[in-house]
C-alpha cells in the first residue's frame, strides 16, 4: 500500500520556522521526485517545492525562494521542507505528493499524495 504521511505542522509566529516531514512507502522513492503543495480554502492549490535527488532538479515557488529548503534522505524514504522566515500568508494546509517527472517535477502530474499537514503563521 502506497503512503505519504506527513508531520511538523502546527502554529508558529511569523519569522519562526518549521521542517515538515513526509514518510513514504509501498513504492521506490528513488524513482519519484517529491513535491510539496499547498492550499488555503477557497483557493487553487499552490506548488511550493520540489525535488528529484536523482536529476538534482529542484523547483521553488518564487514566494518561498531564499526561506524554503526542500530535501530528502532517500535511505529513511522521507522528505523534508524546512520552512525559514515563514510569514502569515505561508498559513495553508501543506501537502506532499510523488511524481515519475524526475526533470521538471514541478509540471508533475502527481500519483501519489498525503493527507496534509496544518501550518498556521500568526502575525
Known amino acids: 500500500e502506497v503512503q505519504l504521511v506527513e508531520s511538523g505542522g502546527g502554529l508558529v509566529q511569523a519569522g519562526g520556522s518549521l521542517r515538515l516531514s513526509c514518510a513514504a512507502s509501498?513504492?521506490?522513492?528513488?524513482?519519484?521526485?517529491i513535491g510539496w503543495f499547498r492550499q488555503v480554502p477557497g483557493k487553487e492549490r499552490e506548488a511550493v517545492s520540489c525535488f528529484s535527488s536523482s536529476q538534482g532538479a529542484t523547483y521553488y515557488v518564487d514566494s518561498v525562494k531564499g526561506r524554503f529548503i526542500i530535501s530528502t534522505d532517500n535511505a529513511k524514504n522521507t522528505a523534508y521542507l524546512q520552512m525559514n522566515n515563514l510569514k502569515p500568508e505561508d498559513t495553508a494546509v501543506y501537502y506532499c505528493?510523488?511524481?515519475?517527472?524526475?526533470?521538471?517535477?514541478?509540471?508533475?502530474?502527481?500519483?501519489?499524495w498525503g493527507q496534509g499537514t496544518q501550518v498556521t503563521v500568526s502575525s
Open positions: 505528493a510523488a511524481t515519475t517527472n524526475l526533470v521538471f517535477c514541478h509540471k508533475g502530474p502527481y500519483d501519489y
Open positions: 509501498g513504492f521506490t522513492f528513488d524513482d519519484y521526485a
